[in-house]
């Protein structure tokens, strides 16, 4: 996927720093109902557990299909973090994921801080 990078501010989340970078994917799949995203963006903070304690260099990952669209939404989290065992909360996570899928038409990979978070939808019925 094609990139473009974008260099933001924004208000502190707790436990996260304030200096983002962003890739926004400039083609690919485009979130085909954002509302179902948005749902299995906070299921996997819950459900798959994307929340909680990651080991330094640990990524975590979900999937989820949209029946019936021929398309599945792929959600990581990643501690970049080489030495230090991290946490990130359901709320966070939530927040995170959800910034993602209504930040982007394509997806989007964001660093931010020790974090890396990648929200992508993609075409297929199968994860």
């Known amino acids: 996927m094609k990139t ?3 260099l933001t501010s924004l208000v502190a989340v707790p436990g996260m ?8 994917f400039k083609s690919g799949e485009k979130w085909c109902n954002k509302q ?3 749902e299995h963006a906070r299921l996997a903070c819950i459900d798959v557990k994307l ?12 999937c989820y299909v949209h029946t019936g669209r021929n398309q599945k939404h792929e959600f990581n989290i990643y501690n970049k973090n080489k030495n230090d065992k ?8 939530v927040f995170l994921l959800s910034r993602e899928v ?26």
């Open 4 to 6: 473009t990078s974008i």
């Open 17 to 24: 720093t304030t200096s983002v970078s962003a890739d926004c």
């Open 36 to 38: 179902t995203a948005l």
């Open 51 to 62: 929340s909680g304690s990651y080991e330094p260099l640990q990524r975590k990952r979900a």
């Open 86 to 93: 991290k946490t990130i909360t359901v709320d966070n996570c």
């Open 102 to 127: 209504n930040g982007c038409e394509h997806g989007v990979r964001r660093t931010e801080g020790d974090w890396e978070v990648t929200s992508d939808p993609n075409a297929g019925a199968e994860c």
